[in-house]
């Protein structure tokens, strides 16, 4: 059975950093694309970033470009979430997702931001920015 946790979240000033993990069990992670998603209070949860499974292709969304970087580690299971320069609008709860379908696949920007495309999820950790 897979499992998705994620840990690093909390409470950090505008303009700080935080990292946050996600480690996999149940199946082979280094085979699988990644995602991070987000979901801010009263909205609906959206895509932040992905990585496929050599870390050789990530994607993210345009609000987050330039601060944060996805990476993995896939001898540890574990995909990284760097977030840098944070803003109050990044407030969410981060979701891990893996899309177990498709191994060695590259993927693309527009499958990789489809969060139907992922089929297993974490429970999520909570990032909140303080302006």
């Known amino acids: 059975q897979v499992q998705l946790v994620e840990s690093g979240g909390g409470l950090v000033q505008a303009g700080g950093s935080l990292r946050l993990s996600c480690l996999g069990s149940?199946?082979?992670?280094?085979?699988?694309?990644m995602g991070w998603f987000r979901q801010a209070p009263g909205k609906e949860r959206e895509f932040v970033a992905a990585?496929?499974?050599?870390?050789?292709?990530?994607y993210y969304t345009d609000s987050v470009k330039g601060r944060f970087t996805i990476s993995r580690d896939n001898a540890k299971n574990t995909v990284y979430l760097q977030m840098n320069s944070l803003k109050p609008e990044d407030t969410a709860v981060y979701y891990c997702a893996v899309d177990t379908d498709n191994p060695y696949f590259r993927g693309s920007y527009s499958y990789t931001s489809s969060q139907g495309n992922f089929d297993s999820w974490g429970q999520g950790t909570q990032v909140t920015v303080s302006s």
């Open positions: 990585i496929n499974w050599s870390g050789t292709s990530t």
């Open positions: 149940g199946r082979t992670f280094s085979l699988y694309i």
